[in-house]
């Protein structure tokens, strides 16, 4: 693995499934994000986690879940899916949240269709 | 609120000079980046300016006013490979970054 991995690359859901997004960076960055990216629109925070075992709410929390159990992994859970969740999700990842010198990279992207 | 300007799309020619303007409202301020993001990939990093001035490198180049709010990346000869979409990322007091919409460029031979 080099850098920051997304699973799935695209999926299809149907209104109600549960959906859990993978990501995983092999960089021992401290920070993780997760965004999702709409036309028209800029990138907007989901859920984001300073270090491992911690995590915030961005700008549009409502109907996902993150967790952070170790430096790797920040899992992003949709727990109830709708259609409105249709997007293409991109995780990132810093190596030190709270420097201003602090680069985000991002991984390649999941497109999610939910119908 | 927070606020972030930029143009929707921007055509220009290969071998020429663009410059994207970007202006923000932010709650405080730690920094202003740049990315790059061609069509269905993830955006990739192309300058950070913290303090007023100039930023080479090589081809592009960034600049800041903190005081009037404003950036501009400044893109020299262009070539057909730069047709993507230009972010621009202030970072704000807590230290997450706001996103403007981006702005399309194309390039045209």
């Known amino acids: 693995i080099a850098g920051i991995t997304q699973a799935p690359t695209s999926q299809i859901l149907a209104a109600g499934r549960r959906m859990t997004l993978r990501c995983t960076q092999d960089?021992?960055?401290?920070?993780m994000y997760w965004y999702r990216q709409d036309l028209g629109l800029g990138l907007r925070l989901i859920h984001y986690?300073?270090?491992?075992?911690?995590?915030g709410k961005g700008e549009v929390p409502d109907g996902y879940s993150v967790s952070r159990a170790n430096t790797d992994d920040f899992p992003l859970t949709l727990a109830s899916a709708v259609p409105s969740q249709t997007s293409v999700y991109f995780c990132?990842?810093?190596?030190?949240?709270?420097?201003?010198?602090?680069?985000?990279?991002f991984g390649p992207g999941t497109r999610l269709t939910v119908l | 609120g927070q606020n972030i300007d930029q143009p929707t799309e921007m055509t220009a020619t290969e071998g020429a000079i663009v410059q994207i303007n970007c202006t923000y409202q932010?709650?405080?301020?730690?920094?202003l980046f740049w990315y790059q993001q061609h069509a269905g990939e993830a955006p990739t990093f192309l300058s950070y300016?913290?303090l007023d001035g100039l930023e080479e490198k090589g081809r592009f180049s960034s600049f800041l006013s903190r005081s009037k709010g404003y950036s501009y990346l400044l893109l020299k000869e262009l070539q057909m490979k730069d047709s993507a979409s230009y972010l621009c990322?202030?970072?704000?007091?807590?230290?997450?970054?706001?996103w403007g919409a981006g702005t399309k460029l194309i390039i045209k031979p």
């Open positions: 990132a990842s810093s190596e030190l949240s709270g420097s201003s010198t602090d680069t985000q990279y």
């Open positions: 960089m021992r960055h401290n920070a």
């Open positions: 986690s300073n270090t491992a075992g911690t995590t």
């Open positions: 932010t709650s405080g301020f730690n920094g």
């Open positions: 300016n913290v």
């Open positions: 990322a202030p970072m704000d007091s807590n230290y997450q970054l706001i």
